[in-house]
Every structure is written in structure tokens, then in C-alpha cells.
């Protein structure tokens, strides 16, 4: 189970050629043939991995939320070595991409807990300090347990999962009940999950459906597994739809100054988050 890269450094070189700061919105997000080989070798990984069986052993292995204690902006600080393998659009660091966002979202005068949302969105990305491969971390999510929707990329490569050979995930529902909500429902494992779990004792409703869902891509771009939704996911699920243009048009070339926006957004963090977290 080796990841798609030697090392992060080589995204970049994958990148470069392809960046267009002025792209229309209608070509980000293109994962064809002509993506970078690494952001299908990426997805290869994970479709063929992403088993239920693996999904609810990292649940155990992760959510007792006692591997370390570390500040939210120690974790952004982290963020700055790591470049996302799945993502087609950008080669900025982890920490450029979440001030990009924050700052987008600020600049709209929404409220100040949706601007943090969008500075820790990505924060469960450390995981790979826990030396997690990227196809378990980063990557857009989709339920394991039931049907695979017809419009998850690279859907191709879930022939490989031993979870196609078992009839009783490949119904509709699966093992799920239809209505009973998303809560009850197995995602493939990753950043958004595991970020959940971190700060769901402090932030508001709305931010947590933001941070849990906010790569549930097939879910809230392509409409699938409503039937596995309640009414209360379909309410909020048009704040993750709100949130998603800041997370994913928001990229740029243009860096923005850490440093020189680190103390408007230290205060924020105070107001909602302790000195340290649990991870």
C-alpha cells in the first residue's frame, strides 16, 4: 500500500505546466486522461483500498483522540510541508491554500466562525504526520458499505476493492437504513472525518457539517445518497454547498503573507478554540 509519490516535491513538477490562474470555473476539477498521472495513480490507491472493513478500523485506531496535543496554528504550521496529491487545481502548501480560503470568506463579511471554518477545513490533514499514505487522507469521500454512485471519479478503479464481491454492500442502501441520516453512515476514511471528531466540541452546527462533508463531492455537487439523508443533513447540507466555492475557487498563485495575517487569525482561533487540542 505504498502512496502514488517518492516524495511531495514531485506534485509540483506535475503542476506546473498545467496552471492557469485566469482557468474558467467549468475546467477546474478536471479528472480525465488528461489529469496528472499522479491524481490517478492517487485515486487508484484509494478505491482500491477505501474498504469498509478499513474505514471503521481507522475509526478505532483514530477517533479516542489520543495521539498528541498541538495548537491549531502548530497544525497549520505543519500544513506548510504538504501538498495535496489529489487535487488537480493547485501546487500552493496546505497553509496558503486555508488562509486563501479564510481570507475569501472574510472578505464576503460572513460570519467570523464560517471565516475560521475555512482556515481549519483542511486541518485533518495531519494525519499524515502520523505517516498515513495521502490515499487515506486527502481526496474526494464517498460512502463504503452500499452502491457506489455512478458519478465518483475514477469510479473505474473500484473494481479492484474486495467490497465489490460482497452483494450486501452493493445494494441501494447497503447496510445502512434510507432516511436514517448521514451520521450513521460510513465515509471513506480521511481528512474530513477525522477534523470532525477534533472540533466538534467547538464550533457551530453549520461548521461541522462544512468540515465533515466538505469532500463528500458526490453528495453535494451531484446530488447522491438523499435516500440515505434525514431532513435535518438536507437543511444544513446548504451550508456546505455555500462553503465550497471558498474551498475550491479560492486558488490561486498568489501567496498570501502567514506571518503578516497570523495575529488577526490567533484571535480568532481564542475565541473558539483552546490552547491546544486534542489530536
Sequence with gaps: MQGPLENLEQWDDFVKERYDPNRPRDEFRKHDD???LVVREFYRLNHTYQTRDFVRQKKRQYLSLDRRRMGIWEALEYLNTLIDDSDPDTALSQIEHCLQTAEAV???GHPRWFVLTGLVHDLGKI???FDEPQWAVVGDTFS??????????YR???AANPDSQV?????RAGVYQEGAGLD???LSWGHDEYLYH???DYLPEEALYMIRYHSFYPCHQEGAYQYLMNDRDKEMFSWVRAFNPYDLYSKSAARPDAEALRPLYEDLIAEYFPAQLRW
Design 198 to 200: 477534533v472540533v466538534k
Design 144 to 153: 463504503v458499505g452500499c452502491g457506489w454512485f455512478d458519478k465518483i471519479v
Design 127 to 129: 494525519l499524515c504526520l
Design 106 to 108: 472574510r472578505r464576503d
Design 167 to 171: 452483494p450486501a454492500y452493493q445494494t
Design 34 to 36: 488528461d489529469a496528472p
Design 156 to 158: 473505474e478503479f473500484f
Design 184 to 186: 450513521s453512515v460510513d
